[in-house]
C-alpha cells in the first residue's frame, strides 16, 4: 500500500517570496508521484508528475519538485509566489502497473498575500 | 476537444434515498475514475471503469456502484445514503488505464446528505 503526507494544511506566503509546499511519500515499491492543483469550485489540474526518469521534475506555472529517495519526500517549489497561484495543491502516488489509481494527500491551502 | 462534464452539480438528498451522478468522458478517453472528497480532505478513490468493465475498487462499500457505457461515459450510484456521503464527487478520464497518472478531472458534484 502507498500514501502520501502533506505537511502543513494552510501555507502563507508574500508575493514574490518563495513557495515551498511538502510531501513525503510511503510505498514498497518505486512510486509515481504527482502534484495537482484545485482552484476554487474547479476540479483537480495536474501540475507536474514524477514517474522514475529525471528526479527533478518541472511542471506548468513555473512550479517543480525534486523526487529524493533518501529522503522519501517529493517536495513542490516555485521561486516567485504570484496572487494566482493561490489554490489547494493536491501530492498523490500510485505505483507501477498501478493504472492511474492515484492515493492523495489530504492537501495544502495555498494563500499567497500582497 | 470537450473536457470532462458532469452533472448535476448540486444537489440535496435524504438519508437512506438513492443518488446517480453522471459523467462524461474526454473525448477520447476510455478510462473513468470516480474520487470523494469529502471537506478539507483530499480525493479518495472509489472505483476506475475501463471499457465498460471495473477496474480497481477502493475502500468503499457495495452501495457505492458504477456503470460505464459504450461511449465511455459513466455513473455513480449510491444507495442508502448515509450523512457520511455528503461529498464533492469527483469523475475523471484517462486516455488509458495505463499509468501515465494524467486524470483529467471534471468540477465534480457537490452531494449533501441530510
Known amino acids: 500500500a502507498q500514501s502520501v503526507t502533506q505537511l502543513g494544511s494552510h501555507v502563507s506566503v508574500s508575493e514574490g517570496a518563495l513557495v515551498l509546499l511538502r510531501c513525503n511519500y510511503s510505498s514498497s515499491v518505486p512510486p509515481y508521484l504527482f502534484w495537482y492543483v484545485q482552484y476554487p469550485n474547479q476540479g483537480l489540474q495536474l501540475l507536474l508528475k514524477y514517474t522514475s526518469a529525471a528526479t527533478l521534475v518541472k511542471g506548468i506555472n513555473g512550479f517543480e519538485a525534486e523526487f529524493k529517495k533518501s529522503e522519501t519526500s517529493f517536495h513542490l517549489t516555485k521561486p516567485s509566489a504570484h496572487m494566482r497561484d493561490a489554490a489547494e495543491y493536491f501530492c498523490?502516488?500510485?505505483?507501477?502497473?498501478?493504472?492511474?489509481?492515484?492515493?492523495f494527500g489530504t492537501g495544502t491551502q495555498l494563500k499567497v498575500e500582497l | 476537444e470537450t473536457g470532462v462534464t458532469q452533472s448535476p452539480t448540486h444537489l440535496i438528498k435524504t438519508r437512506g434515498q438513492q443518488v446517480t451522478l453522471r459523467c462524461s468522458s474526454q473525448?477520447?478517453?476510455?478510462?473513468v475514475s470516480w474520487y470523494q472528497q469529502a471537506l478539507g480532505q483530499g480525493p479518495q478513490f472509489i472505483f476506475q471503469?475501463?471499457?465498460?468493465?471495473?477496474?480497481g475498487r477502493g475502500n468503499f462499500p457495495p452501495r457505492f456502484s458504477g456503470l460505464q457505457f459504450p461511449n465511455y461515459s459513466s455513473e455513480l450510484n449510491v444507495n442508502a445514503l448515509e450523512l457520511d456521503d455528503s461529498a464533492l464527487y469527483l469523475c475523471?478520464?484517462?486516455?488509458?488505464?495505463?499509468?501515465?497518472?494524467?486524470?483529467?478531472f471534471g468540477e465534480g458534484s457537490r452531494l449533501t446528505v441530510l
Open positions: 473525448s477520447g478517453h476510455n478510462t
Open positions: 475523471a478520464s484517462s486516455p488509458t488505464a495505463g499509468n501515465t497518472g494524467e486524470l483529467f
Open positions: 471503469y475501463y471499457r465498460e468493465e471495473e477496474n
Open positions: 498523490a502516488v500510485s505505483t507501477t502497473g498501478g493504472g492511474n489509481k492515484l492515493t
